[in-house]
C-alpha cells in the first residue's frame, strides 16, 4: 500500500498529512473484460450528447457525479465550456424549478446542528455555499428547490479551483416558503409552511453561524441567493465576524468590473475620451444591481476620482424609472445612488433616460426579457462609437436582449458581455464573440486564495483584487481578439493568479492567518497555489 504524504503549513510551521486515498476498483469480474477508463470517458461524453433537453443533461452529470466523481471532475475540467452552461446557469435555474421531482439522491445539507456534527468530512470542510431559496437567479422564491444551486457552485469551486470535494458542504436553509404552487404540490421536498418572520430568521442566522465556526473553523462561507434586503444585511452583520461573502453583491460586481475594464479601454480608445468621462446607466437596483454599482465605484477611483465624484457618475433604473432624491421612499439599498441632480417629473421610459443621461454603457439585472429594445440600444449607439453593453440577467430567457440582436443593432460596434452564455454571431462575414461575465471567473479564485490563506474575513480590497486579477488575466490573443473576458478552458490557471492576488492583498489587510505564505516569492506562491489544486 503506497501512502502518499503532501506538506502544509500550519501556524508558520510546515507540516505532513496523508492524502486521501482514491476507492479501490471493483473487484474482478465486475467490469466487462475489454473495459477501458479512456474509452469509457468517451462513452460518457456519448451519452451526455445524446440528450435534446439540457435538463436531461443535468440530470445525466448529477448522476455520473454520484457514481463516479473522478471521471466526472475529469470530462469536466476537459469540456469546461459545454458543461459550465449544463451544471450552473443557465440549465441549473430549471434544475431548481423541477428540482423536488427530478431529485435521485441526498446531496448537501438542510439546517440542523447535530447534522452539521455528524457531517462526515468535518476535518476536511473548507467551503459552504449558503442558500435559503428566496431569490434563486430571477425566478423567485423556490425554498429547498434552491438547492442545486449551492451544488452547482460548489461543482464550479472543485472544477475551477481544484477546491477538494470532500472539502465542500451545499447547504439550504429551509425556512419555509411563500411559493403557494410549491405548497400545494404533493412531491415538494420542504417544510409545507409559509416563511418564517425576519426576526425568527435573523435569531436563526445568528445560531447558524456561530454553530458553522465551531464545528468547521477552517470554513468560508459563500452566501448565494438571498432576498435583497437579507443579502445586503446578512452580508454586512457576518462578515466582520466570520470569513464570509456573498456571491450575487460581491462576486457579480467582480466579475463586471474586471470586464468593464477591459470594455471601458476599448470603448475610450474608439471615442477618444478619457476613462473618467464614462457614465454608467443600470436597469435594475436589486442586491446585484446594487453590488455591482458599488464595485464599479472602484473603477472611477482606480482612476484617480474621489468617491464622491464616482458616485455621481453612475446611475439606476428601477421599475419605477430613473431613481432620484425627490421621487419619493425608497428602499434603503437604493438611496446611496439616488441622484440629487435631478428634480423633474418621473423618467419612467428608458429610451429617454439614456437621452437624459447619455451613457456609455448599459448594463441590465432587471431579469426583464428584451428590456434593451431594438430603439434602446440604437439610442447608445448613436451615442457612442463603441457602445458598451452588459445583459446580465440570468438565465437565458430572463436576459435584457440577445448578442446577435446587439451585434446588429449597433452594426456590429457593440462591446457586449452577458451574464448567461450566448452562441458566437457573424456581422458582414467576420465572426465576433460574446463575453459573458460569468461569476465562475471571480469565486473560485476569491475563495481558493481565502482558504490558503486562511483569511479571517473576506475584505472588500481581497474582492477588488480578485476583479482586477481577471482582468489582467488575459493573453496576447485574446487581447488581440478584443475579448472581454479570458477563454473558459484556461479557467485553473485564471483561478490560480487570482488566488495569488487575493492573498497579496489579505497579507496587505492583515487578515491572513497562514503567515507562513508571507515568506514566498510571486512566483513561489503561484506555485504553492497550483500544487494544491486538487486534480480528478
Request: net charge neutral; charged share 20%.
Amino acid at each position: 500500500m503506497t501512502v502518499i504524504l503532501t506538506p502544509y503549513w500550519s501556524d508558520g510551521v510546515q507540516r505532513l498529512k496523508a492524502e486521501p486515498r482514491p476507492p479501490p476498483p471493483p473487484p474482478r469480474g465486475h467490469l466487462p473484460a475489454a473495459y477501458d477508463g479512456a474509452v469509457h470517458a468517451t462513452r460518457c461524453l456519448a451519452q451526455l450528447r445524446s440528450k435534446d433537453k439540457p435538463i436531461e443533461k443535468y440530470i445525466y452529470l448529477s448522476q455520473l457525479k454520484h457514481a463516479n466523481e473522478g471521471l466526472f471532475y475529469r470530462l469536466c475540467l476537459a469540456n469546461m465550456a459545454e458543461f459550465t452552461p449544463i451544471i450552473y446557469t443557465p440549465t441549473v435555474g430549471d434544475a431548481c424549478l423541477q428540482h423536488s421531482h427530478i431529485f435521485r439522491h441526498p446531496e448537501g445539507l438542510r439546517q440542523d446542528w447535530e447534522i452539521l456534527k455528524g457531517w462526515p468530512h468535518k476535518d476536511d470542510a473548507r467551503i459552504s455555499v449558503v442558500t435559503d431559496g428566496s431569490r434563486i437567479l430571477g425566478l423567485g422564491d423556490l425554498g429547498v428547490n434552491g438547492m442545486p444551486i449551492s451544488i452547482g457552485k460548489l461543482s464550479l469551486y472543485i472544477a475551477g479551483a481544484g477546491i477538494r470535494p470532500s472539502s465542500t458542504i451545499p447547504i439550504c436553509l429551509d425556512l419555509g416558503t411563500n411559493n403557494q404552487e410549491f405548497l400545494d404540490d404533493p412531491l415538494y421536498l420542504g417544510l409545507r409552511q409559509k416563511r418564517v418572520s425576519d426576526e425568527a430568521m435573523s435569531e436563526f442566522m445568528e445560531e447558524f453561524m456561530l454553530e458553522m465556526s465551531r464545528t468547521f473553523p477552517k470554513l468560508l462561507v459563500q452566501f448565494e441567493d438571498f432576498s435583497t434586503e437579507h443579502a445586503f444585511y446578512y452580508l454586512d452583520i457576518f462578515r466582520h465576524r466570520y470569513p464570509v461573502f456573498n456571491d450575487d453583491v460581491q462576486g457579480t460586481g467582480a466579475v463586471v468590473l474586471s470586464g468593464f475594464l477591459n470594455a471601458a479601454r476599448l470603448s475610450s480608445a474608439a471615442s477618444g475620451q478619457p476613462l473618467t468621462s464614462h457614465r454608467i446607466l443600470f436597469l435594475g437596483a436589486g442586491s446585484a444591481g446594487v453590488g455591482v454599482a458599488m464595485q464599479l465605484l472602484s473603477f472611477f477611483k482606480l482612476q484617480g476620482l474621489s468617491q464622491e465624484e464616482a458616485r455621481s457618475r453612475i446611475y439606476l433604473v428601477d421599475s419605477q424609472g430613473l431613481i432620484f432624491d425627490s421621487r419619493g421612499p425608497m428602499a434603503s439599498h437604493k438611496k446611496y445612488f439616488s441622484r440629487s441632480d435631478y428634480n423633474g417629473p418621473p423618467l419612467t421610459n428608458l429610451t429617454e433616460i439614456i437621452k437624459y443621461v447619455k451613457p456609455t454603457a448599459l448594463l441590465g439585472l432587471s431579469t426583464i426579457k428584451g428590456a434593451f429594445t431594438q430603439e434602446v440600444i440604437e439610442t447608445m449607439a448613436a451615442y457612442n462609437p463603441r457602445p458598451m453593453i452588459f445583459p446580465l440577467s440570468n438565465p437565458v430567457r430572463l436576459s435584457e436582449c440577445e448578442f446577435h440582436e446587439a451585434l446588429k443593432w449597433t452594426e456590429g460596434r457593440v462591446l457586449f458581455a452577458s451574464g448567461s452564455p450566448f452562441p458566437d454571431a457573424v456581422w458582414q462575414g467576420e465572426i465576433h464573440y460574446p463575453g459573458q461575465g460569468n461569476n465562475m471567473y471571480i469565486f473560485p479564485g476569491l475563495g481558493l486564495g481565502s482558504i490558503l490563506c486562511r483569511a479571517s474575513t473576506v475584505t472588500d480590497a481581497m474582492v477588488e483584487a480578485s476583479s482586477l486579477g481577471l482582468a489582467d488575466s488575459l493573453n496576447q490573443d485574446e487581447r488581440d481578439s478584443e475579448l472581454l473576458y479570458p477563454r473558459l478552458n484556461r479557467i485553473r490557471e485564471i483561478s490560480a493568479f487570482i488566488a495569488t492576488r487575493v492573498i497579496r492583498k489579505a497579507q496587505e489587510e492583515g487578515v491572513d492567518r497562514n503567515s507562513g505564505l508571507r515568506t514566498l516569492s510571486d512566483s513561489e506562491l503561484l506555485m504553492f497555489v497550483t500544487n494544491k489544486m486538487w486534480n480528478p
